[in-house]
């Protein structure tokens, strides 16, 4: 491996440093008259500054606050970064948050809302429209600990619509701030400013998961967002057997080859952005059928592989980041068909395999992080039936029991998303009939029946990906003359019309995967002289062309 990533350049801030009161402290300009009434004024203001306290206490802090804006964002969308500045910024490191407050949210007309314990009653200064401040009591929210005061400071910005733009800006936590600020958060002209050099200094971006606009962690794939290094990296296997990856960086332009040791694999890669380490966590079946791993590093550097336990597995793996849990969940099917479970915990070890019920099932998992139940949903197909079965690991760390989705029947692996725009999972798969089918599990954790996309038949495993940008799911597959074709499901929920997307032919499954820098989805495939190519779809949601990664390495999956 001949890359490295530059790491993030650090710089010291001055800020002032001075005791803060609570209630936000003490405005001293007046917000916009459409502000919003349920935010502190001195903490939309960002008049509060971080006290000085010692640097053990600060980094003390950083590491209670960091996982507990992951769950924020996880749910929200809103940058782990930005929140634990903001909280930094507005709560004097923590000192100035009564009862778990540490961005001085009010209750509206005395409800605390969804997520607060309840209300309390709090000196605080308010200002006019002219300036003038004066002392009086307001009602400020509960909270039972830190991570809900993160997460109802994530809901009011996503809740809100004057705060809307930021969220085209996920993946760009400085522009989420500068938006944010724009949109009235704060009248301090240099309340963004401030709050970037916090991220900065502290290197807060580590905190950020996935960096996902989807709200949950993308599902593994053979390519993968890199939170870190903003870039798509991209795994498969070359005609030896080896590991070979490349990558898009946020230029839109493609790495060099790379392979990496001479660990043998068997089929295709599958690779997760990890927030708790800032690597690219690599799972594959190698040819003893053992489950083996290595990562990309913070250093763009990659590590050994190992062996994950003595299970023997049979087809490739599937893996999802659970933001509960801070841990990589990873799926395979053993010798028998059964479905068996591990996982890379926050502390970086693999946990022991466990068999996950006693349904038979052909082919690899899908498994997605769902944040409406704060489960990981895992579907597959069924060995006697060819129906689409399911189970979930909970937030308690138990697994669900198996079910049968509707009675259609389908031949190859499912492909399953998270859909933000509907807070639903999206399954596509492929029925017997070569159409491509869908059904979804719902808010309501309910499935949904089964419908036909469009009447083109497909071959193989579809790819899905959620589309920020337009709010839709896109879907690809390969056609019966092995052209890539693409669908969509509006936001909506409304499917579109097929389309052939250029005139290369392919083999295999695609990849597509939201490249949060250039705001598209990036699509892979393999073409029939073995070699991975290359399309996307814009922010204009138009599909470029097809361009050949590299004409002197050939893949096989």
Same mark, same amino acid.
Not at 232 to 241: A, K, Y
């Given at each position: 491996?001949?890359?490295?990533?530059?790491?993030?350049?650090?710089?010291?801030?001055?800020?002032?440093?001075?005791?803060?009161?609570?209630?936000?402290?003490?405005?001293?300009?007046?917000?916009?008259?459409?502000?919003?009434?349920?935010?502190?004024?001195?903490?939309?203001?960002?008049?509060?500054?971080?006290?000085?306290?010692?640097?053990?206490?600060?980094?003390?802090?950083?590491?209670?606050?960091?996982?507990?804006?992951?769950?924020?964002?996880?749910?929200?969308?809103?940058?782990?970064?930005?929140?634990?500045?903001?909280?930094?910024?507005?709560?004097?490191?923590?000192?100035?948050?009564?009862?778990?407050?540490?961005?001085?949210?009010?209750?509206?007309?005395?409800?605390?809302?969804?997520?607060?314990?309840?209300?309390?009653?709090?000196?605080?200064?308010?200002?006019?429209?002219?300036?003038?401040?004066?002392?009086?009591?307001?009602?400020?929210?509960?909270?039972?600990?830190?991570?809900?005061?993160?997460?109802?400071?994530?809901?009011?910005?996503?809740?809100?619509?004057?705060?809307?733009?930021?969220?085209?800006?996920?993946?760009?936590?400085?522009?989420?701030?500068?938006?944010?600020?724009?949109?009235?958060?704060?009248?301090?002209?240099?309340?963004?400013?401030?709050?970037?050099?916090?991220?900065?200094?502290?290197?807060?971006?580590?905190?950020?998961?996935?960096?996902?606009?989807?709200?949950?962690?993308?599902?593994?794939?053979?390519?993968?967002?890199?939170?870190?290094?903003?870039?798509?990296?991209?795994?498969?296997?070359?005609?030896?057997?080896?590991?070979?990856?490349?990558?898009?960086?946020?230029?839109?332009?493609?790495?060099?080859?790379?392979?990496?040791?001479?660990?043998?694999?068997?089929?295709?890669?599958?690779?997760?952005?990890?927030?708790?380490?800032?690597?690219?966590?690599?799972?594959?079946?190698?040819?003893?059928?053992?489950?083996?791993?290595?990562?990309?590093?913070?250093?763009?550097?990659?590590?050994?592989?190992?062996?994950?336990?003595?299970?023997?597995?049979?087809?490739?793996? !599937?893996?999802? %980041? /659970?933001?509960? *849990?801070?841990?990589? &969940? #990873?799926?395979?099917? @053993? +010798?028998? =068909?059964? $479905?068996?479970?591990?996982?890379?915990?926050?502390?970086?070890?693999?946990?022991?395999?466990?068999?996950?019920?006693?349904?038979?099932?052909?082919?690899?998992?899908?498994?997605?992080?769902?944040?409406?139940?704060?489960?990981?949903?895992?579907?597959?197909?069924?060995?006697?039936?060819?129906?689409?079965?399911?189970?979930?690991?909970?937030?308690?760390?138990?697994?669900?029991?198996?079910?049968?989705?509707?009675?259609?029947?389908?031949?190859?692996?499912?492909?399953?998303?998270?859909?933000?725009?509907?807070?639903?999972?999206?399954?596509?798969?492929?029925?017997?009939?070569?159409?491509?089918?869908?059904?979804?599990?719902?808010?309501?954790?309910?499935?949904?029946?089964?419908?036909?996309?469009?009447?083109?038949?497909?071959?193989?495993?579809? !790819?899905?990906? %959620? /589309?920020?940008? *337009?709010?839709?799911? &896109? #879907?690809?597959?390969? @056609? +019966?003359? =092995?052209? $890539?074709?693409?669908?969509?499901?509006?936001?909506?929920?409304?499917?579109?019309?097929?389309?052939?997307?250029?005139?290369?032919?392919?083999?295999?499954?695609?990849?597509?995967?939201?490249?949060?820098?250039?705001?598209?989805?990036?699509?892979?495939?393999?073409?029939?002289?073995?070699?991975?190519?290359?399309?996307?779809?814009?922010?204009?949601?138009?599909?470029?062309?097809?361009?050949?990664?590299?004409?002197?390495?050939?893949?096989?999956?």
């Amino acid at each position: 491996m001949t890359r490295t990533h530059a790491r993030r350049r650090l710089f010291t801030v001055a800020v002032t440093l001075f005791a803060a009161q609570f209630a936000g402290g003490i405005a001293q300009a007046a917000p916009p008259p459409d502000a919003p009434a349920v935010i502190a004024d001195a903490a939309r203001d960002g008049e509060t500054a971080p006290v000085a306290i010692a640097a053990g206490s600060q980094e003390d802090f950083i590491n209670a606050a960091g996982p507990a804006a992951q769950r924020g964002q996880a749910e929200y969308g809103v940058p782990a970064s930005v929140t634990v500045a903001q909280a930094i910024q507005e709560s004097a490191w923590g000192t100035a948050a009564p009862n778990n407050n540490h961005f001085g949210i009010k209750c509206s007309g005395g409800v605390p809302g969804p997520i607060a314990t309840g209300c309390a009653r709090l000196k605080t200064f308010e200002c006019n429209p002219d300036g003038t401040c004066y002392e009086t009591y307001a009602d400020f929210r509960t909270y039972a600990s830190m991570e809900d005061s993160f997460r109802d400071h994530g809901r009011f910005l996503r809740e809100n619509t004057r705060y809307a733009n930021a969220f085209a800006y996920t993946g760009d936590p400085d522009q989420f701030i500068r938006e944010v600020h724009r949109a009235g958060y704060a009248t301090d002209v240099n309340y963004s400013t401030t709050i970037i050099n916090l991220m900065v200094t502290y290197d807060l971006y580590r905190f950020n998961t996935a960096a996902n606009p989807a709200l949950a962690p993308t599902p593994g794939a053979q390519g993968t967002y890199n939170g870190l290094t903003a870039s798509v990296e991209m795994f498969t296997r070359d005609t030896d057997g080896l590991l070979a990856h490349t990558y898009l960086s946020p230029d839109g332009r493609s790495g060099a080859w790379s392979t990496h040791g001479d660990w043998h694999i068997v089929g295709k890669p599958v690779s997760v952005y990890n927030p708790n380490s800032g690597a690219v966590e690599v799972y594959a079946r190698d040819t003893k059928d053992l489950l083996i791993h290595t990562y990309i590093g913070r250093d763009g550097q990659y590590g050994p592989w190992d062996v994950v336990g003595d299970w023997h597995i049979t087809t490739p793996p !599937a893996a999802t %980041y /659970n933001p509960r *849990s801070r841990a990589i &969940e #990873v799926y395979g099917r @053993d +010798v028998s =068909g059964l $479905l068996i479970h591990t996982y890379l915990g926050s502390d970086l070890k693999h946990g022991p395999w466990s068999v996950v019920g006693d349904r038979h099932f052909e082919g690899t998992p899908s498994a997605v992080y769902n944040p409406v139940s704060d489960a990981v949903d895992v579907y597959a197909r069924e060995t006697t039936t060819g129906a689409l079965i399911h189970t979930y690991l909970g937030n308690t760390g138990q697994h669900g029991p198996w079910s049968a989705v509707g009675d259609r029947r389908i031949t190859d692996d499912p492909a399953a998303v998270f859909n933000d725009q509907r807070r639903s999972v999206e399954v596509y798969a492929r029925e017997t009939t070569g159409l491509l089918v869908h059904t979804y599990l719902g808010s309501d954790l309910q499935h949904g029946p089964w419908s036909a996309v469009g009447d083109w038949h497909v071959t193989g495993t579809p !790819a899905a990906a %959620y /589309n920020p940008n *337009s709010g839709a799911v &896109e #879907v690809y597959g390969r @056609d +019966v003359n =092995g052209l $890539l074709i693409h669908n969509y499901l509006d936001r909506d929920g409304r499917t579109g019309t097929w389309s052939v997307i250029g005139d290369w032919h392919i083999t295999g499954t695609p990849t597509a995967v939201f490249h949060q820098s250039r705001r598209s989805i990036e699509v892979y495939a393999r073409d029939t002289l073995g070699l991975l190519i290359h399309t996307y779809l814009g922010p204009d949601l138009q599909h470029g062309p097809w361009s050949l990664i590299d004409a002197d390495h050939h893949i096989t999956d």
